[in-house]
């Protein structure tokens, strides 16, 4: 089975640190994508990749950017963190395209 | 970006009944996808439809493919305590960018 791993469950962090969140995957995926939910606004894409060194903006890439140095790696980089950004972020990957797409168990964060 | 407008927004019902959810668009799709999130983890593909009319199953759960292509129908029979979770609809759409777009999402509740 595909597993897709986020280094963290749950993140408090405080206005303006730089945040990291991190993904894995190990199932030789091509494609990476990270999304946040939000009450009432279903899963909206941030970033995503499809391929080493390549990222490509989603719908709401506004404070945030990425990392894929290797394939099986995906971060999401907050430069400044702020209240709005208080999220769940779920990582995602797939073999091709973007359709079946294996999630993480998401990152809950916490901005104070 | 774009959002799916999905309804209910949460349901609480009586096992053992039947349960229907929707799913509409201000646009086509080419394909509809059902993804179902247990609560703490991230999202699973439930079901995919990939043409027009198109009815397909998977064990309790019955999708439909909107003959308008701007729609897609979710049905749950005879609903059981582990059903419990948020049920989101899923459009891709060709020369979108390859992008998925998801909708609000359906919190669905069961009570024994």
């Known amino acids: 089975d595909v597993k897709v791993t986020q280094s963290s469950r749950y993140l408090v962090k405080r206005t303006g640190e730089k945040v990291f969140l991190e993904c894995v995957q190990d199932m030789d995926h091509e494609n990476m994508f990270w999304y946040r939910q939000d009450p009432g606004l279903g899963l909206r894409l941030i970033y995503f990749?499809?391929?080493?060194?390549?990222?490509e903006k989603g719908d709401i890439p506004e404070g945030y950017s990425v990392s894929r140095e290797k394939k099986e790696r995906f971060s999401l980089i907050l430069e400044s963190a702020s209240t709005n950004q208080t999220s769940m972020y779920l990582c995602a990957s797939s073999l091709q395209g973007n359709e079946k797409l294996f999630f993480g168990s998401g990152t809950q964060l916490s901005v104070l | 970006g774009q959002q799916l407008n999905q309804s209910p927004q949460s349901m609480f019902i009586q096992e053992g009944e039947d349960v229907s959810m929707n799913c509409t668009s201000s646009s086509i799709f080419n394909t509809w996808l059902w993804y179902k999130q247990d609560p703490g983890e991230g999202p699973v593909l439930l079901i995919a439809l990939y043409k027009a009319g198109e009815l397909t199953s998977n064990g309790r759960l019955t999708a439909q493919f909107g003959i308008t292509r701007k729609d897609s129908f979710l049905n749950i029979s005879a609903s059981i305590p582990s059903d419990v979770g948020i049920y989101f609809c899923a459009g891709a759409a060709w020369g979108g960018g390859n992008k998925l777009t998801f909708g609000t999402g359906t919190q669905l509740k069961v009570e024994l």
């Open positions: 990749s499809y391929d080493v060194k390549m990222k």
